[in-house]
């Protein structure tokens, strides 16, 4: 532990902490906010709705993003729900928010702040008040009121839902907001930028560095201060469910400028998507988890085994998950059916592209309650996988595999959402905060709306108010020798003239990442990865090729600049494995198991967050570490046994 | 049925909307019949750049249908010949071997092409920023559950939200008309009680920005539900024109 890593937590109690946080926090009138320029980047559900209140509130918001449109964002995919403590009754209300704290620290595996936990919870009922106002359509009961279901790792039902698109319901919301913002001058949209460097003047971030990815001109926005709603780095594997572009780039170029990386080993594997099957495949579409609640997971018994699943009788089936974990059985939690998929398939038993793959079966249910029953649940995500794989899965058993889903680690933040460098704020999946070492079902899109519609819109005031004063000359110059550096790493990428595309080497180093610092890790297997990706890294250097195109527009540079940051990333993310001698959560050490194959936790010397420092003199990284403390939750052992 | 065919490409250049563009063939071996056209394409990309020849650019990001960037005339039709499928959902299998696939971008005024097969859809959005929301602003709102919606409601509400602002419906009519698009709009926020009052002005205000930004009158030809990946229901546009 060291002093410098001051999360600014409040003291007491931490029920109703952050109520008594506003109540100390500073304000503006709103005259002095019109006087505020504030950046945004990235126009996800966190950075959408940070914009969007914002600027209401009368602050004037430049919104950078690289897609053509804010409704764009990888938000869009999520599919699930929004998970919310509410309850009609006054006097049960405090029941349901002590629920879901408990499930989102005991899901985090005890490796997040027990306040900012207590305060996602404490907020959840109001965002679903807010997103009804805004006109998201959620599912109804009969009598009109809403509807919820239940989602993994919970034993309550408290999922608010708009069929299977969730997200993109949530999204469409922040978006309208901001277009109502746009339409009264308040928010300008820079739509079609990258987002390549921080600018920091006097150690306070005031602006950002993009490449404008029509003409490939590079731009420079001034603030007086900065918000990253960048999303998170899935794409590191190469192959995850994510969307195409999304990358680490913004984060880490602010962490190259100073801001500390919190625990970027923490990334979360979704057991159930769609397989690889073959080079060129461009990403893992995820199937629901909720298939599991009628899907039978199973592996022919025989080794490497050819036969068409139809044809192999139920003897000769190993349904592994219902052996292991008799009681759970197919329901086990995310990280425990990834691991034991993975196990499995790795001696042999696989099925399908490279023996990656296993069965989830309905034929049980379907014979159990009919086709129409299984049909009516499922339906869409039922011709989503046939559309994919052009087999009928009430037919033909399901393929799936754990894919790189979701990731928990970030840039670190203080309560207030602020990170070590004064004045820049990240949102979203893009910092470290409430989902500690796995994050729990349906909790995203809640905390990107908590982070954007309401904690971070007080706390950026309040910062402003005690910040007031730009100085102008600083900034030119910081802005100058930004715009330099990236000018020169552009033209760097430009001149090696090699051989192989981009996409060549990421998925070199996707191969490399989910092999050895993926579903689980050890240590010989991080430090040969850890010299793999120098090799690989060396090769990029060496033998890229980016072709000429003889306009601004270059989609294969674009993808480089990501690559290129991705490398670094990756290699920081193995370094944060090998010193984490622990398993929790999604990150399992095989070295520390339980007997029973169980995740073993290490509070002793591992309950922190770490927090990496990048020290640019000699382009090393320093590992400190935030210790974290339990006041109204004791630490104890998950078990599904 | 094959795992691997022989594809030929014959695809619209154009480096920018000021410049000419013009027809070229690409020959395509081995694709895997698993693969989808956007992958596809990413290999001959692939096989392009390492040639140093300008790949091909389009639009796409999520790759599952739902975040309305991918689409261009695929032989003629906005997302190619399945229904109800977004262009980065057609999948390989759906072509013969040696089958030709004629690319072109959306041809529409208000879309200026940005680059081969990728066009500016900024039209699209100040539809919406004309008025496409409730003035509502954060912190104040009512408890959810004050109003009551009904499942039906809710359901044909959501059914309209669903647009992905793809822009396939402008590209497959033949005036360019948003008017489905702006139906789904008004449709989804007219339906639920909350958007009852503002339900006029906002019609008036995005049918007027519809004019402004070059679209089309409605052709009455329905292509636009025909080529909707969501199959969003030309009805709407009535139930626009009634109300």
Known sequence: MNNFINPNLPTGEVEGAWQKTIKNLSNLTIENKNKFEIIIVGCGLSGSSAAATLAEEGFKIKLLTYHDSPRRAHSVSAQGGINAARSILDEKNKIVIDQLFQDTVLGGDFRAREASCQRLSELSSSIIDQCVSQGVPFAREYDGTLATRRFGGAVVSRTFYARGQTGQQLLYGAYQALSRQVNLGNIELFTKRDVLDLVIVNDIARGVIARNLINGNLETYKANCVVLATGGYSNVYYLSTNSLKSNATAIWRAHKRGANFANPSFTQIHPTCIPPEGIYQSKLTLMSESLRNDGRIWLPKKINSKDDPENIPEHERDYFLERQYPKYGNLVPRDVASRRAREICEKGFGIGFGGKGVYLDLQDSINRDGLEVIKAKYGNLLEMYERIVGEDPTKVPMKIYPAPHYTMGGLWVDYNLMSNIDGLFVLGEANYSVHGANRLGANALLQCLCDGYFISPKTITSWLANNKSMDNRSIDEACKEALNYVDKKVKALQKIKGEKPVDYFHRALGEIMISKCGITRNRNDLKSALEEVEILRNNFYSNLKIPETNSGLNVELEKALRVEDFFELSILMIKDAIEREESCGAHFREEYQTKEGEAKRNDELFSHIAVWKFNSDNNSHIRFSEDLNFKKINLNTRNYK | ?243
């Open chain 2, 1 to 243: 049925m094959r795992d691997f065919i022989s594809i030929k490409f014959k695809v619209w250049r154009q480096v920018s909307n000021e410049s000419n563009g013009l027809y070229e063939e690409f020959s395509l071996e081995k694709v895997s019949i698993k693969l989808s056209l956007l992958e596809a394409l990413d290999q001959l990309n692939e096989e392009l750049t390492t040639k140093n020849i300008r790949p091909i650019t389009f639009d796409h990001d999520c790759r599952e249908g739902i975040c309305g960037s991918c689409g261009f005339l695929i032989n003629g039709q906005p997302h190619g010949p399945k229904r109800g499928t977004a262009t980065c959902q057609l999948y390989m299998r759906n072509f013969k071997d040696n089958a030709l696939i004629i690319l072109e971008p959306w041809r529409a005024k208000s879309f200026p092409i940005i680059q081969d097969l990728s066009v500016d859809r900024n039209a699209l959005d100040k539809l919406i920023i004309s008025g496409g929301y409730f003035s509502t602003e954060t912190g104040n709102s009512p408890d959810a559950n004050s109003i009551p919606i009904s499942p039906k409601q809710a359901f044909s509400s959501f059914e309209t939200a669903t647009c992905i602002g793809c822009g396939a419906c402008v590209a497959g009519c033949k005036n360019a008309s948003s008017s489905l698009f702006v139906a789904a709009k008004l449709a989804h926020l007219g339906q639920l009680p909350q958007g009852i009052n503002g339900k006029k002005e906002r019609s008036i205000k995005m049918r007027k920005q519809m004019t402004i930004e070059g679209f089309g009158q409605c052709s009455n030809n329905l292509e636009c539900e025909a080529v909707c990946p969501k199959e969003i229901s030309a009805d709407w546009i009535s139930w626009m024109n009634k109300s």
